[in-house]
């Protein structure tokens, strides 16, 4: 009966340091996973900022060259993208904040001062921390560029 209770309680033994290296081993995998999951979003907020500027610029230069002679189609598709491309960047900050595992003020102060985030883009981020809308300057210019394309 002892050798039984010997075996079982071997047996017993080998599992849970199993189950404990296991336990170690997806604890390691889960913080890659957190890891690459921060990067992404970081990497999609650079690549959404950078996008959001070259379609203001784009829309910036058309306006100047074309000045007396502005193609409403061509108006409106600049002012669409711009549109779209500021709510994408908008859900970019919004991953970084699900993807941060510390978001709050003194977070984007430190990221404003060692240049992850610019002083404009710093109101996005202040706005999604405390209420999820986008700045009120981003606002009227998205609502500039609808005003410019209905008066075109």
């Known amino acids: 009966?002892?050798?039984?209770?010997?075996?079982?309680?071997?047996?017993?033994?080998?599992?849970?340091?199993?189950?404990?290296?296991?336990?170690?081993?997806?604890?390691?995998?889960?913080?890659?996973?957190?890891?690459?999951?921060?990067?992404?979003?970081?990497?999609?907020?650079?690549?959404?900022?950078?996008?959001?500027?070259?379609?203001?610029?784009?829309?910036?230069?058309?306006?100047?060259?074309?000045?007396?002679?502005?193609?409403?189609?061509?108006?409106?598709?600049?002012?669409?993208?711009?549109?779209l491309a500021l709510e994408l960047f908008y859900d970019a900050i919004r991953q970084v904040k699900y993807a941060e595992p510390k978001f709050n003020i003194a977070t984007i102060e430190y990221w404003n001062a060692v240049g992850k985030i610019s002083d404009p883009h710093k109101t996005d981020f202040y706005h999604i921390v405390v209420g999820g809308e986008p700045s009120t300057a981003n606002k009227s210019r998205q609502q500039d560029a609808l005003k410019a394309r209905a008066s075109a």
Request: charged share 30%.
């Open 1 to 83: 009966m002892t050798f039984d209770v010997q075996i079982v309680d071997v047996i017993g033994w080998i599992f849970g340091a199993g189950g404990i290296l296991i336990a170690l081993y997806q604890i390691r995998e889960g913080q890659k996973v957190r890891d690459f999951v921060r990067s992404e979003a970081w990497a999609t907020y650079s690549r959404t900022n950078d996008i959001v500027g070259k379609i203001q610029k784009n829309l910036k230069i058309y306006r100047e060259k074309h000045k007396e002679n502005i193609d409403p189609d061509v108006l409106e598709t600049l002012t669409r993208s711009d549109a």
